[in-house]
Nanobody, 114 residues
């Protein structure tokens, strides 16, 4: 079982990126999914989370109104749409799944810089 992130990169302040996380090896539609990030020298923090049905989401205060988490259970994929990016959004973004066990991806780098 695994989750694999993609979509990171370098973007200018004010720009947008969409991260994807493809899951396999477990029953995705029953898993709660989250995105975390870790900036250099800081602890990993929760950015956004979505329940198994997709009807409930929550966000870190720092990203509310700018980021949107969503999921497509038919594609076993969760997304993080990031708009109005700021330099402080820079970090490695990790996908996390919780279904009986915890699954973490390898992370994808997001750099917001001019």
């Amino acid at each position: 079982a695994q989750v694999v992130e993609s979509g990171g990169g370098l973007v200018q302040p004010g720009g947008s990126l969409r991260l994807s996380c493809a899951a396999s090896g477990f029953t995705f539609r029953w898993a709660a999914m989250s995105w975390y990030r870790q900036a250099p020298g800081k602890e990993r923090e929760l950015v956004a989370a979505i329940n198994s049905a997709g009807g409930s989401t929550n966000y870190a205060d720092s990203v509310k109104g700018r980021f949107t988490i969503s999921r497509d259970n038919a594609k076993n994929t969760v997304y993080l749409q990031m708009n109005s990016l700021k330099p402080e959004d820079t970090g490695v973004y990790y996908c996390h799944a919780r279904f009986v066990y915890d699954y973490w991806g390898q992370g994808t780098q997001v750099t917001v810089s001019s």
